[in-house]
């Protein structure tokens, strides 16, 4: 048996919101990681710090919305206990991607001209990494709520 999505709780349509944000604000940073930046090193620097602070707060929300009393991962432990190793991974991820992020905040502060190819590519593989928990975490999401529950054919 498969649960139709429709049957969707408050702390789905929560998760989901933020989720949309998260990936508006990861948009805007990659746009502001391929501007050009020669002849405009400064205002480049401003922007991918900006987009990479609209980030910061996003992933903050995510943390928030999944990781409280009432949000979406303790919804999915009471419902599905059996997904509690896949959600330590992903509570391993908020933990280790704020770091990251705060790390890049910090040194983004430098705004050295000579950097902004070494920014770029850590700026990158930090995308990667947002993406790769974005896409472990709607499968926990698909499984624990509209994946096949019965076994039945």
Do not use: C
């Not at 429709?6 to 702390?11: D, F, W």
Request: negative net charge.
């Amino acid at each position: 048996m498969v649960r139709s999505e429709n049957e969707s709780t408050p702390a789905v349509q929560s998760a989901k919101l933020h989720r949309e944000q998260l990936r508006i604000a990861l948009s805007a940073l990659e746009d502001a990681i391929s501007a050009a930046a020669f002849g405009r090193e400064q205002e480049w620097f401003r922007g991918v710090s900006d987009r990479l602070h609209d980030v910061a707060k996003a992933w903050d929300d995510h943390i928030r919305v999944t990781e409280s009393a009432e949000g979406l991962f303790e919804e999915i432990r009471d419902r599905e206990p059996r997904l509690a190793v896949k959600l330590d991974r992903l509570i391993t991820d908020h933990v280790e991607m704020r770091k990251i992020i705060a790390d890049q905040l910090a040194e983004l502060v430098s705004s050295d001209p000579a950097k902004i190819d070494d920014f770029r590519e850590q700026l990158l593989g930090t995308l990667g990494k947002l993406a790769r928990h974005r896409q472990r975490g709607a499968d926990v999401l698909y499984e624990a709520y509209w994946g096949d529950v019965g076994g039945q054919g």
